[in-house]
T-cell receptor
Framework: GAVVSQHPSWVICKSGTSVKIECRSL??????MFWYRQFPKQSLMLMAT?????????EQGVEKDKFLINHASLTLSTLTVTSAHPEDSSFYIC?????????????FGAGTRLSVL | DQQVKQNSPSLSVQEGRISILNCDYT??????FLWYKKYPAEGPTFLIS?????DKNEDGRFTVFLNKSAKHLSLHIVPSQPGDSAVYFC???????????FGTGTRLQVFP
């Protein structure tokens, strides 16, 4: 149980284009999903917290107009990198919290490697 | 400001022996600590956690120890197996939020 699917796993795009990444909880409903970014040899940095049916909460320094997050259902959250530039190239990973929040566990997708040319 | 630190980027251990992965933190507002394991091309998978009110939690070959006064926790794997070779992340849950703060990870290699 507690499977999170993330798609695509790898995307290459031209500078100036937009890229959408999907995150799905396959066997549980996730009222809260999270988007992280990881640079090489660094930790996972939380970008934003996504709550179903409401606006995402962005961490300090993360541009909300650049990284659009939509959490339209209890099993799907999307991250759109708008007008991508080479500095946006990174590893993006999502996670979801199951209904039982007592142990604060998040379940992660496999991540998306974005390369902007 | 790195609130969760894993100072050893890598660790190499012989199969059958104990692996000890360390993690230090600076924030007293953490109420839960979690360890995740990550294989290449996969997302982190939850391994074991511990509440800040406890000092030890054990699950099979995995034991996590918490020393609150030292703001230090460690993950013990015994006996270590080649399949344990992965990157291990320490994460801390911020009290009264949904947030997890991650360390930079330690790459464990278990050799025969």
């Amino acid at each position: 149980g507690a499977v999170v699917s993330q798609h695509p796993s790898w995307v290459i795009c031209k500078s100036g284009t937009s890229v959408k990444i999907e995150c799905r909880s396959l066997d549980f409903q996730a009222t809260t999903m999270f988007w992280y970014r990881q640079f090489p040899k660094q930790s996972l940095m939380l970008m934003a917290t996504s709550n179903e049916g409401s606006k995402a909460t962005y961490e300090q320094g993360v541009e909300k107009d650049k990284f659009l997050i939509n959490h339209a259902s209890l099993t799907l959250s999307t991250l759109t990198v708008t007008s991508a530039h080479p500095e946006d190239s990174s590893f993006y990973i999502c996670s979801a919290s199951p209904p039982d929040r007592s142990k604060n566990i998040q379940y992660f997708g496999a991540g998306t490697r974005l390369s902007v040319l | 400001d790195q609130q969760v630190k894993q100072n050893s980027p890598s660790l190499s251990v012989q199969e059958g022996r104990i692996s000890i992965l360390n993690c230090d933190y600076t924030n007293s507002m953490f109420d839960y600590f979690l360890w995740y394991k990550k294989y290449p091309a996969e997302g982190p998978t939850f391994l074991i956690s511990i509440s800040s009110i406890k000092d030890k939690n054990e699950d099979g070959r995995f034991t996590v120890f918490l020393n609150k006064s030292a703001k230090h926790l460690s993950l013990h794997i015994v006996p270590s197996q080649p399949g344990d070779s992965a990157v291990y992340f320490c994460a801390a849950h911020v009290y009264n939020t949904d947030k997890l703060i991650f360390g930079t990870g330690t790459r464990l290699q278990v050799f025969p």
